[in-house]
Structures are given as C-alpha cells and as structure tokens.
C-alpha cells in the first residue's frame, strides 16, 4: 500500500501549510514577521524573501541601506533597504534571524489588483523554503516546511 505525501512528510518531521491558489496564478500563503501576520506570495524564482517599504512599521523591521538592487519580473535596478535578524513563523515552522529585502512592491500589488486579487505584503522567496527544507504539493496545494 501506497503511503500519501502528507502522511509521508508528517513522518518525516513536516509541517503542512495551506496555500491559495489566486486569479494570477500565484500562490499565495500566511506567514507571520516579528509576531504580525501578513500574506505574501509564495515565489521559487525568487532568491530572497522581500517585504515593501509600507511594511517597515508594520513587521517592526530595524532597516539598514543595502547596495543591492533588487531585479525581478518587469523591474530591474529598483533600490533597496536591508532588515536583518527577523522571526518568520509559517504554519508551525518558525525561524530565527532571517534576513529580509525591502523593496517597493508597488509594481506587484498593481498587478495584482488589476486581476482583483488583494495587495500582498511581501514574497517568500527561495531562501526560507531552502532553510525549511520546503517541498510544495502543488497538487493538493500544500508547501511542507521540516521543523527543527
């Protein structure tokens, strides 16, 4: 008998977190920052988790400036502030000390309004489902985050 993906995972020390499959296309997920729930796009393309310059108060974020500039789909060479040593909690996984990229996400939410779908906070990027070990169902839509 054949085990399912989430039985197997949950074995392995998974935690399972719904995802929203949204009009654009884009999944869309609930993760908290610094204790402050907020949704965000889930993005494998993307190399670091981001949140917007909005967001700075909101997500209590301590920011420094950052030489990077970020370049992503339909925007390159966007400046961007840098906020270091934050809690991110997704589902029941949560980690110390991850670094976010703040950027203007203005360019996003437009998109994403003129679909009717509602304004994110940020993405999750390629660097916390590496740190959690992500796996996504894409299936079922569910990501899998292994807890420590």
């Given at each position: 008998?054949?085990?399912a993906l989430k039985d197997f995972l949950?074995?392995?020390?998974?935690?399972?977190?719904?995802?929203?499959?949204?009009?654009t296309n884009h999944f869309e997920i609930?993760?908290?920052?610094?204790?402050?729930?907020?949704?965000?796009?889930?993005?494998?393309?993307?190399?670091?988790?981001?949140?917007?310059?909005?967001?700075?108060?909101?997500?209590?974020?301590?920011v420094v400036d950052s030489e990077i500039?970020?370049?992503?789909?339909?925007?390159?060479?966007?400046?961007?502030?840098?906020?270091?040593?934050?809690?991110?909690?997704?589902?029941?996984?949560?980690?110390?000390?991850?670094?976010?990229?703040?950027?203007?996400?203005?360019?996003?939410?437009?998109?994403?309004?003129?679909?009717?779908?509602?304004?994110?906070?940020?993405?999750?990027?390629?660097?916390?489902?590496?740190?959690?070990?992500?796996?996504?169902?894409?299936?079922?839509?569910?990501?899998?985050?292994?807890?420590?």
């Amino acid at each position: 008998m054949q085990m399912a993906l989430k039985d197997f995972l949950t074995l392995k020390g998974y935690s399972k977190i719904k995802l929203k499959l949204t009009k654009t296309n884009h999944f869309e997920i609930r993760a908290t920052i610094n204790g402050v729930k907020g949704r965000f796009i889930l993005d494998t393309g993307a190399s670091s988790s981001c949140v917007g310059f909005e967001a700075i108060k909101q997500f209590n974020l301590k920011v420094v400036d950052s030489e990077i500039k970020a370049v992503g789909a339909g925007a390159s060479g966007m400046e961007t502030k840098l906020s270091k040593s934050n809690t991110v909690t997704i589902g029941k996984w949560k980690k110390q000390r991850i670094a976010l990229v703040l950027f203007n996400l203005n360019h996003v939410n437009e998109g994403l309004i003129n679909h009717n779908v509602d304004k994110v906070d940020g993405i999750i990027g390629a660097d916390i489902l590496k740190k959690g070990k992500g796996i996504i169902d894409y299936d079922k839509k569910y990501l899998y985050l292994k807890l420590q």
